[in-house]
Every structure is written in structure tokens, then in C-alpha cells.
């Protein structure tokens, strides 16, 4: 067996092993801090839960515009509701083991639209690339500036400096592709791209930090701005973490060891799972306001009568 293989069979059993491995622990510090988790739920601020939600939950309406503007830098039309339409059905998707259906999902529906297979990859590689890049941009930057610019001595920075050249250097890797024989991507389009994908995590970070104080009455935490820099690169340290789908468990850990609270660990990466319960009914209220919308839609096209 070649080395590449045994590397992607190591990465495949990894993931399939290490999600059920993190809720176990996650239960089992659960079940360790029962008492004070079920103190703080009773205690929360219920009304912070609802509008987190509501937040996430109109953060998906960003998505879509990025999709738009990748395809038609690349030659093809795509409109806005098409894309939202797209990008809502597979949600559910994302709750599958494996934690790459919502994006096995939308290419399969873009192919099946005729977007030939560089676009796509263009599309995949922008979508993953920018993600990271932003995350760990803003996130690390916003706590090298809460810190004094020392924290881990100085890694911080350097995690910001390179995230920068991340974000110049993914300019050049699509242009590089020669996209369906156009000009490809403008510094202006490429830079429309970046303040999407900085917007949805703008309001991503907001239902995070919004969860994070319905839940701490009577806890120590940093400020909203410091909650918000360490959400963002624990989010992009889990989604990097290519054994943990969804980066389940290492986007708790990371956010307990920042939090920096004198309540335990263990209790804290409950907590901050609970964020995941947000998501989720984000996600499926999403879903089904966005699927009846296209349901009364079409049958009110279907009951229009031709005018005579």
C-alpha cells in the first residue's frame, strides 16, 4: 500500500472513529457537572437562546451570494434564489456521519446545472480556503490585540500573518486555473468574496457570543470582543483538524482552554456543545421556512389561470 493511501485510510478511520469518541467525553463530563449544567440552564437568559437563532438562522441568506459570485466569475449564471434553494436543501445533510454531505449535496446539484468540473473546483477550494483563512485571521487578531499581541508568545501574530498571506496568495490560485477561458477574478470581485465570507462570520460569531452569555449567568468570562476572537480561531482550529468532522470535540476544547473561566473544563466543553443544539434549530427552522416558502410558490404558479 502507497504512502498516500495509508494516509487518506488513516485520515477516513479517524474521522469515522473520533466523532462518537468526543460525545462520549462530552456526556461523561456532562454527567461529572450535572448538577451546576443544570443549575445554569435554569438560570439562562432564554430570550439571548431565541434571538442566537434567529442570528444564525439568517446568516444562511449570506451563503447563497457567495455562490453567486463564484460562478458567474467563472462563466455561469446562477441567480440568488436558485442558489438559496440549493444551498437550504442539503442542511440536513450536514447532520450525517461524515460531516460532508451538505457539500457532496450542492456540487452534485451544481453538476447536474452543467457547471463543469474546474468551476466546482474553484468553488470548493474558495469556500474551504477563505473559511479558514478569515476565521483564523480575525480571531487570532482580535486576541494578539485583547492580549497585549503576546499571547502564546507571539503565535497568535503569526497565526494572523499568515492567514493574511493565505488570503492574497487564493487570488492567484484561482486566476491560476485559466477559469473557463475568462479573465477570472478581479481584485475587486476576489475582495467582495472575502467581505461575504467576513459577514456571515460576523454574524455567526454574534449568535456564538449571544449563546455564550444566556449561559454564563454567574460565570467568569472575557469580554464579548475576547469571546468573539476566541470563537472564531476555535472554530478554524477544529475545521482544520481533518480528523474531527465538523470539528466535533477540538472546537469545545480550544474554546475552554481560552475561555479562561474558574469553572472546570469539563463543564465548559458542555456548555459550549450546547452551541451546536443553536445550529441546529437554526438550521431546520431555516429549512422548513424556506422549503414552505417554495412550496406556497409553486402552487400558486401552478393555480394561475392564463389570462384570456
Known amino acids: 500500500m502507497s504512502r498516500k493511501k495509508l494516509q487518506q485510510r488513516l485520515v477516513y478511520w479517524a474521522k469515522l472513529f473520533f466523532t462518537p469518541i468526543a460525545f462520549l467525553f462530552i456526556g461523561f463530563f456532562a454527567w461529572q457537572s450535572r448538577e451546576l449544567l443544570v443549575d445554569i440552564f435554569f438560570r439562562a437568559h432564554w430570550i439571548y437562546l431565541v434571538v442566537a437563532v434567529a442570528v444564525w438562522a439568517f446568516s444562511h441568506f449570506l451563503s447563497p451570494l457567495f455562490y453567486v459570485q463564484v460562478f458567474r466569475s467563472c462563466g455561469f449564471d446562477l441567480g440568488y434564489r436558485s442558489a438559496l434553494i440549493i444551498h437550504v436543501r442539503y442542511l440536513p445533510a450536514k447532520y450525517i456521519p461524515g460531516g460532508i454531505w451538505h457539500t457532496v449535496g450542492r456540487v452534485a446539484e451544481f453538476k447536474s446545472l452543467g457547471f463543469e468540473p474546474k468551476a466546482l473546483a474553484v468553488f470548493l477550494f474558495l469556500e474551504n480556503s477563505l473559511a479558514a483563512a478569515v476565521t483564523f485571521l480575525l480571531g487570532a487578531s482580535i486576541l494578539c490585540i485583547q492580549k497585549g499581541?503576546?499571547?502564546?508568545?507571539?503565535?497568535?501574530?503569526?497565526?494572523?500573518?499568515?492567514?493574511?498571506?493565505?488570503?492574497?496568495?487564493?487570488?492567484?490560485?484561482?486566476?491560476?486555473?485559466?477559469?473557463?477561458?475568462?479573465?477570472?477574478?478581479?481584485?475587486?470581485?476576489?475582495?467582495?468574496?472575502?467581505?461575504?465570507?467576513?459577514?456571515?462570520?460576523?454574524?455567526?460569531?454574534?449568535?456564538?457570543?449571544?449563546?455564550?452569555?444566556?449561559?454564563?449567568?454567574?460565570?467568569?468570562?472575557?469580554?464579548?470582543?475576547?469571546?468573539?476572537?476566541?470563537?472564531?480561531?476555535?472554530?478554524?482550529?477544529?475545521?482544520?483538524?481533518?480528523?474531527?468532522?465538523?470539528?466535533?470535540?477540538?472546537?469545545?476544547?480550544?474554546?475552554?482552554?481560552?475561555?479562561?473561566?474558574?469553572?472546570?473544563?469539563?463543564?465548559?466543553?458542555?456548555?459550549?456543545?450546547?452551541?451546536?443544539?443553536?445550529?441546529?434549530?437554526?438550521?431546520?427552522?431555516?429549512?422548513?421556512?424556506?422549503?414552505?416558502?417554495?412550496?406556497?410558490?409553486?402552487?400558486?404558479?401552478?393555480?394561475?389561470?392564463?389570462?384570456?
Open 149 to 308: 499581541w503576546i499571547l502564546w508568545d507571539g503565535g497568535m501574530l503569526l497565526i494572523a500573518v499568515l492567514a493574511s498571506g493565505a488570503l492574497i496568495a487564493g487570488l492567484f490560485v484561482v486566476n491560476s486555473r485559466r477559469l473557463t477561458g475568462k479573465k477570472g477574478f478581479s481584485v475587486f470581485r476576489y475582495l467582495l468574496l472575502v467581505g461575504t465570507v467576513m459577514l456571515f462570520w460576523f454574524f455567526a460569531t454574534t449568535a456564538f457570543v449571544l449563546y455564550i452569555n444566556a449561559v454564563s449567568v454567574g460565570l467568569s468570562i472575557p469580554s464579548v470582543i475576547e469571546t468573539a476572537g476566541i470563537y472564531l480561531f476555535s472554530w478554524g482550529v477544529g475545521y482544520v483538524s481533518l480528523f474531527a468532522p465538523q470539528g466535533v470535540g477540538v472546537f469545545e476544547a480550544v474554546v475552554s482552554m481560552l475561555l479562561d473561566s474558574e469553572t472546570s473544563m469539563g463543564a465548559l466543553v458542555v456548555l459550549v456543545a450546547g452551541f451546536r443544539v443553536v445550529i441546529l434549530a437554526a438550521d431546520m427552522m431555516i429549512y422548513l421556512f424556506v422549503k414552505l416558502y417554495d412550496y406556497i410558490d409553486l402552487a400558486g404558479r401552478q393555480t394561475e389561470k392564463p389570462c384570456k
